[in-house]
């Protein structure tokens, strides 16, 4: 089954994507791919929408949901939840060069050009237009080879899988951040030179100091500060009182430092070896 998908203005061209079919959980769930994104059927609403977190909810989570968090419990639930969402992870395909250069090809200037081209070999400037039809050819190839080149540097740019320690099934677990969940509990360490933060995450206890620059464009430092000291019962603001509670994909972790759990908790859970 096959669905055309027309966007809105300046956002792309129309497309006709397949329909996936998946059971969830025992629910039947439809969906397609359009834009390296996921639209899920919500038969509510009889509409698709973009997958949505439990952070989206309206009225917003409360705090305390986040404070008692103890990460994806089962081997269940993670299974179910990547079936849901996927990998922590987005690939940005590279064109070929063919696609490039037809994307050119009809560029109106282009276009013109050879129109002139076919004007002079009508008068018999055989030569001098093929000359000129060889050195429109050579050019635009040329631009397609930067731009291609661009590109792929663009794309070895982008944040490489690492190890990362998040709390499952009740223990601490190491494994790459592309299979990173929502829900998962995870322990913030200083990020490496070529790395960053491995996806959005708020900080439920501790501080850390974090470079924006690839955000904002300030290169100064920035503290986040966690939302352990904040009322259970209250609900989170993400674009208000918890704002800088939020660490952001791509940005770096210059500094950590951890909270002070209660250690006779009973629910408490268990530091690393680094004093996670």
């Known amino acids: 089954t096959l669905i055309k998908v027309q966007p809105i203005a300046n956002a792309g061209a129309a497309e006709i994507c397949p329909l996936k079919r998946d059971n969830v959980g025992g629910k039947q769930n439809i969906s397609f791919l359009f834009q390296k994104r996921r639209f899920l059927y919500d038969p509510e609403q009889n509409s698709f929408a973009t997958l949505s977190y439990s952070i989206d909810a309206d009225p917003r989570p409360l705090i305390g949901s986040f404070q008692a968090s103890r990460g994806l419990t089962s081997s269940a639930d993670a299974q179910r939840i990547h079936e849901h969402y996927g990998d922590n992870s987005f690939d940005i395909p590279v064109p070929t060069f063919v696609e490039l250069f037809k994307e050119h090809a009809v560029a109106p200037f282009f276009v013109f050009q050879v129109f002139c081209v076919g004007l002079w070999m009508l008068d018999e400037y055989w030569y001098y237009s093929l000359f000129t039809l060889f050195m429109l050819v050579a050019f635009e190839s040329t631009v397609v080879w930067q731009r291609q080149r661009t590109l792929n540097e663009f794309r070895g740019m982008s944040i490489k899988p690492y ?95 951890h909270g002070n759990p209660s250690e006779d908790a009973a629910d408490a859970i268990p530091r690393l070896a680094s004093g996670v």
């Open 163 to 257: 190890d990362v320690w998040v709390f499952r099934e009740n223990k601490w677990q190491e494994i790459q951040s592309d299979k990173l969940l929502p829900g998962d509990l995870v322990s913030v360490e200083r990020t490496k030179e070529d790395s960053g933060v491995a996806c959005d995450m708020i900080l439920v206890e501790g501080t850390a100091i974090v470079n924006e620059a690839m955000l904002s464009g300030e290169s100064t430092p920035v503290l986040k500060d966690s939302i352990q000291l904040r009322p259970g019962e209250a609900r989170i603001e993400p674009e208000g009182l918890d704002k800088n509670a939020f660490l952001w994909g791509g940005t770096k972790v210059l500094q950590v430092s």
